[in-house]
Structures are given as C-alpha cells and as structure tokens.
C-alpha cells in the first residue's frame, strides 16, 4: 500500500459549450504504474475531460491536482510538463507537412520517435513522407510514438485503438503495458471491452459528463459497466449462424477480378450480389486500403476488372463510382463530413445531389427520413448546428447514417463502427442487414473481427494483396479469421 500522492486526482470538473453541458461533476483518479480505463458512451463527455486535463479546453470549474497539488493545466505545454500527455481521437499532424517537420514542431527527438516506431513495428517508416500520403492506421502509430517519445508520467489514449486492425492493436497493448510496468500510468480511453480486460486494472464510468462508477476489471464488469453507461442492459446482437443468408444468384451487382493497384493490392477477385452483406478482413497494410480506394475511383488499378451489373466499368474520379452507383464511407470521417455544416445538411447531402427530386413534397420527405435516421441512430444532436463539434462517435453515425437514411445501390464500408459505443453498433448491424434486404450489396471492411459474425453474410480475406480464404460468416470465428489474416491457410477463392 502507497501512500504517495496519486499522480493525478480530478473532481468536480464541469464544462459547458454554450447551451451544450458537456461535463458536470466529471472525476478521475490515478496513481503511478495504473492503467485506468475511461468509459461512456458516444457523447458521454471523454474527449472533453482529456482535453481539460491536458490543457487543450479550460474547465469552467473543479478541481485538478496533479501529485497532490493544486493546479490549473492552462495550456498543452504547461500540461506536457507536468508529464500529461494525450493522444487525441483525431491525428494531430499536418497534413501537407512530412514526418519530419511535424516532428521539428512538436519538439519530439527523432531518435527517441524512431525507437518508438520501431517497438511498435514500423521500423521501416521514411520521415520524409507527407502526412496526407499516410493511412489513417499509421497516423494513429505516428501521433503515439511522438507523445511516447516525450516520456509521459500520465499518457491519455483517447481512442487510440479505433482505426487500427489486430495486429496493430497488440502492438499498442503490448506497449500500454509495458509504461505501467516501467511505473508510468496510463488513462485508456476505448469501447472495445477486450482491450480493456486486457490491460486496465478499473474503468472510469462518464455517463451524461458525470462519473457514476469506478468499477474493477474483474468477471463480469462489462455488463455492470455498459449499465452504467447507458443506464441499461443491452441484448446480444444477431449472429450469422442465427439468421437465413440470402442465397445470391443471377448477374453480381459488383464483380471483381484480379484487380490490383500500385502499392499492395496484387490480386483481389470476389462477386458481390444484391441483398448480401461481404465482409473483408486484413491486418494492417494489406491492400483494403488501396482495394476501397480503386473501387470508389479515388486510386487508378493498373491491372484487373470491375464489373458493375455485368458491365466493364473503369473509374478514373470518384464521380464515376458514384455514377455507378457505389456509394462510400471512409475511415476517416474527416473525408466524409462537411465538417462546418448541420448534422441535417450532412445527412441530406445524398438528397441534393438529386436536384430533379427537388420541390416541397421531397423536401417535407427528406426532413422526415433525416429526422427518423437521427432517431434510430440516436445521434446527440446537442451541438447540430456543426458536425465539427459533434463527439466523434456522433460524426461517425453521420458518415453511415447519410446513406442508411437515402438508401443505395452499392455500400462500401471501411470500418463504419470506428468509436462508435456498444449500443449503437448493435443498432447499426441491423440497419445494415435491413439496406441489404431492401436489395442493396454492400462491401463491410471491419478492423473488429466479431463483426464479421454480427453484420455479414460472407467474408473474405485479404493477406499481402491477395485474397486467401473466403467463408460464410456463421464459419468466421476469430480464430479462423486470424490464422487466414495472417496468412496461415492454403486455401484462395
Ligand atoms: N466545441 C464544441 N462545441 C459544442 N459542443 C461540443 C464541443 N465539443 C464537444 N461538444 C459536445 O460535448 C459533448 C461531449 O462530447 P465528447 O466529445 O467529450 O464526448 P465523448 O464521450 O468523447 O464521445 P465519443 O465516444 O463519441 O468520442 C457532446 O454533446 C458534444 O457535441
């Protein structure tokens, strides 16, 4: 039992935007060589406290004490210098700078980032490289090698895990662990409940900006946790094995074969039917990027075919995919969101770009289907007048809503669920399912494996650009899905 101070003790934090009260007795505590978890859900008030305690956003009130004293974080460095330092949900990198010069400006030693790097198995990453050029999953490395770099007291993971597949996320626990062990701490913010069994000793429960629980990691906390977050039990979603699959036939609405692009795709083929739901699993950096990208007309393939209907189709700008019919959600949701505008201008978007369908009568019933979407989807519409200022899980149920809510010929979805809480994925699987069963085909990337079971009818995956194994989803289990993710199975579609 110790009895030095906890490194750092919050309470009573409250926080308001305007009307919006986003924290209101907002509390925190932990002492050196604890891994703590930080739980709500979407819109709960996390980022907001990460932000307070590192210096990014001024509390309206409450206490912080940082080893026992009295303080007020009024900026990022003052923060960094008490040893707080965040990773925040979105890269903090810019974008048309490289490696290097957004090293230069943060004052991260090179040596120490490359170390980093290194331990978390980019070893080979090229500091001249332009930050716009680099996926979403090696910004998420980059951002945390840089706060690692600075040797924090207190690291504050926000989300740090959403964008990453498996591989990448045992990299990132490996390393959480390994501060607790050299005695540093770490606040954990994440709504997978398996990272946080992993690694955190408690978990921090948010509900509405207050702290209602601070709960050990023990058997059966997820249930006790996820009620007081959302002030409810939640039943167990539909698996594959429990509902029909479709059983496609006649002409693919999207068929591809030996399709390849400069980088890592090398040889992906698969058919796609109307009504069916086809999942696509991979670890980090093994063509799904490109793969997305070459079939939204955002990446040129310099070999294969695509077929739409049964009809050869070349895209060279993404304004013929979507002629095509093939309507995306990337992974990043900053690709996808007029950040500066409504939540309601955002989900209509689709609508606009109809203009024929324009008059009073569409109108009144494109205000009715955006109204029911923001209600099935339970989107925290407290600050709609800007989806910029909307928590990330909330933006994250814009970029999937906008077409859930217009309906589509062909969905491409790259890990549509990122940061979004238990509840409303359950939500959304469904809401899938339903798009499909309306005649939809729809292409499911997910760095989640239990979705494969939850939202699909079939899967493939993707190994060094090819597609190694193919399964109906009742089949993929995570460990199936794995050994094929790692490309230990002889079998190819
Ligand atoms: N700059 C801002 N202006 C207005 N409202 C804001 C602003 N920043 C955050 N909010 C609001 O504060 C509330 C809490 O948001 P916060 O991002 O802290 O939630 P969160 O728990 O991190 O959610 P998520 O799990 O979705 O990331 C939300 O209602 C959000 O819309």
Known sequence: MTHEAPLLDASGVEKRFGAVVALKAAALTIRRGEIVALMGAN????????????????????????RGTERVVGSPAEARRSGLVPVYQEPSLIPDLDVADNLRLGGTDPAKFK???????FSTLDLSAMIHSLPLATLRIIDLARALASEPDVLLLDEMTAALPTDLVEAVLRVVKQQAEAGRSVIYISHRFAEIAQVCQRA???????????????AGAEERIVEMMLGEAIKPGETAAQRAAPAPSGTPRLAVRGLGATGKLTDVSFALHPGEVLGVVALEGQGQDELFEVLAGARKPDRGVIEVEGSPRR????????????????????DALAMQQSVRDNLALPFSAHPRAWGPIHMRREGEIVARTIERLQIDTRAQG??????????????IGRWLAHGCDTLLLFDPTRGIDVRTKRQIYPLVRELAASGAAVLFYSSELEEIQLACDRCIVIFNGRVVDTMPASKADEPRLMRAAYGLTESAA
Do not use: C, Y
């Not at 819109?43 to 940082?66: E, N």
């Open 315 to 334: 895209f060279a700008h993404p304004a013929d995919a979507i002629a095509a019919g093939l309507s995306f959600v990337p992974g990043n949701r900053a």
């Open 386 to 399: 800007e989806v910029g200022r909307l928590s990330g899980g909330n933006q994250q149920k814009v970029t």
């Open 115 to 121: 170390a980093w790097m290194a331990e978390l198995g």
């Open 43 to 66: 819109g709960a008030g996390k980022s907001t406290f990460v932000k307070i305690l590192t210096g990014a956003l001024r509390a309206d009130s409450g206490h912080v004490r940082i």
């Open 204 to 218: 921090v429960v948010l509900r509405d900006g207050a702290t209602v629980g601070d709960v050990p990691i023990e």
